[in-house]
T-cell receptor, first 114, second 119 residues
Framework: NAGVTQTPKFRILKIGQSMTLQCTQDMNHNYMYWYRQDPGMGLKLIYYSVGAGITDKGEVPNGYNVSRSTTEDFPLRLELAAPSQTSVYFC?????????????FGSGTRLTVV | AQTVTQSQPEMSVQEAETVTLSCTYDTSENNYYLFWYKQPPSRQMILVIRQEAYKQQNATENRFSVNFQKAAKSFSLKISDSQLGDTAMYFCAFMNLMNYGGSQGNLIFGKGTKLSVKP
């Protein structure tokens, strides 16, 4: 059971470039999330999805886009990368009805924008 | 809006001793979960312990236990018999179980406490 898989693990982007962070889960979880973790700031929610075809903004959505065409996949798109998007990005999934189990997290993507 | 505050940016403890990490939160809700996550240098987020707000009994998982004070909105983590492998960032997190605008199930994190266990 792979859980939540994120790719790539590391990436360096130049200012203005675009990229997609991939996230896939094999647990048939209906909820999926993208967080960013800045040094000393904890994790902040970027976007979340309650099921295929449904997405919504979190606390810090500017500069990002998401889609959820299948239950398994929840890619995060960065358009026109900026230095402020340098961060570690985590994808997570959960059954809300089983909220006591919390989330299952991916191993993160460290992104540097130069 | 809910907030989670961890007032100790860094802490250290000697191996085999006990340490307590503090967490307070602010919410007007009555139905929620609280969690402690561990993030070692590998960056992986690992669930340590969870507490349902409707349960008065404090949760315990082996060497990890919590002191949940609902009225005070406090949720501290106690690590007994600290081990070198406990060295990590520890995050307190809150989950609202009421579906307001689709926010049901979103985890809200504190800024974390960096714990160092010294030999």
């Amino acid at each position: 059971n792979a859980g939540v898989t994120q790719t790539p693990k590391f990436r360096i982007l130049k200012i203005g470039q675009s990229m997609t962070l991939q996230c896939t889960q094999d647990m048939n979880h209906n909820y999926m999330y993208w967080y960013r973790q800045d040094p000393g700031m904890g994790l902040k929610l970027i976007y979340y999805s309650v099921g295929a075809g449904i997405t919504d903004k979190g606390e810090v959505p500017n500069g990002y886009n998401v889609s959820r065409s299948t239950t398994e996949d929840f890619p995060l798109r960065l358009e026109l990368a900026a230095p402020s998007q340098t961060s570690v990005y985590f994808c997570a999934s959960s059954y809300v009805s089983q909220g006591a189990d919390g989330y299952t997290f991916g191993s993160g993507t460290r992104l540097t924008v130069v | 809006a809910q907030t989670v505050t961890q007032s100790q940016p860094e802490m250290s403890v000697q191996e085999a001793e006990t340490v307590t990490l503090s967490c307070t939160y602010d919410t007007s809700e009555n139905n929620y979960y609280l969690f402690w996550y561990k993030q070692p240098p590998s960056r992986q987020m690992i669930l340590v312990i969870r507490q349902e707000a409707y349960k008065q009994q404090n949760a315990t998982e082996n060497r990890f236990s919590v002191n949940f004070q609902k009225a005070a909105k406090s949720f501290s983590l106690k690590i007994s018999d600290s081990q070198l492998g406990d060295t990590a960032m520890y995050f307190c997190a809150f989950m609202n179980l009421m579906n307001y605008g689709g926010s049901q199930g979103n985890l809200i994190f504190g800024k974390g406490t960096k714990l160092s266990v010294k030999p």
